[in-house]
Nanobody, 116 residues
Framework: QVQLVESGGGLVQAGGSLRLSCAASGSIFSLNVMGWYRQAPGKQRELVAAITSGGSTNYADSVKGRFTISRDNAKNTVYLQMSSLKPEDTAVYYC??????????WGQGTQVTVSS
C-alpha cells in the first residue's frame, strides 16, 4: 500500500502562485510515475502534469508555461508549482502514484480556489 498526502492548496487571486506538495509513504516502487490531476465541479477529472522517476514530464496544454512539476526521489515527494493562476484553475487537485510493475494510488485531494 502507498499513502499519498497532499498539501499546499488554498485561496489565491488570479495571477498569483501556489505550490502543492504530495508526500508518498509505504510500499513505493522505485520506478513509478507521479502525477497531479484536478477535478472541477461538474467536470471530469483531468491530468494536469506527470513526472516519471527518471524526471520526464508531461503537461496538459492548458497549464504549459504556467505550471511546473518536480520530484524529490529521496523524499518520495512530488511538487506542483503553479503560477499565473486563472479562475479556471479552480478545482480539487489530486496526487497519483502509479508503479511500473503495479499499484495505482490516489491522495485525498486538496482544494485550489482562484478568485477573479
Amino acid at each position: 500500500q502507498v499513502q499519498l498526502v497532499e498539501s499546499g492548496g488554498g485561496l489565491v487571486q488570479a495571477g498569483g502562485s501556489l505550490r502543492l506538495s504530495c508526500a508518498a509513504s509505504g510500499s513505493i516502487f522505485s520506478l513509478n510515475v507521479m502525477g497531479w490531476y484536478r477535478q472541477a465541479p461538474g467536470k471530469q477529472r483531468e491530468l494536469v502534469a506527470a513526472i516519471t522517476s527518471g524526471g520526464s514530464t508531461n503537461y496538459a496544454d492548458s497549464v504549459k508555461g504556467r505550471f511546473t512539476i518536480s520530484r524529490d526521489n529521496a523524499k518520495n515527494t512530488v511538487y506542483l508549482q503553479m503560477s499565473s493562476l486563472k479562475p479556471e484553475d479552480t478545482a480539487v487537485y489530486y496526487c497519483r502514484n502509479v508503479g511500473y510493475t503495479g499499484g495505482d494510488y490516489w491522495g485525498q485531494g486538496t482544494q485550489v480556489t482562484v478568485s477573479s
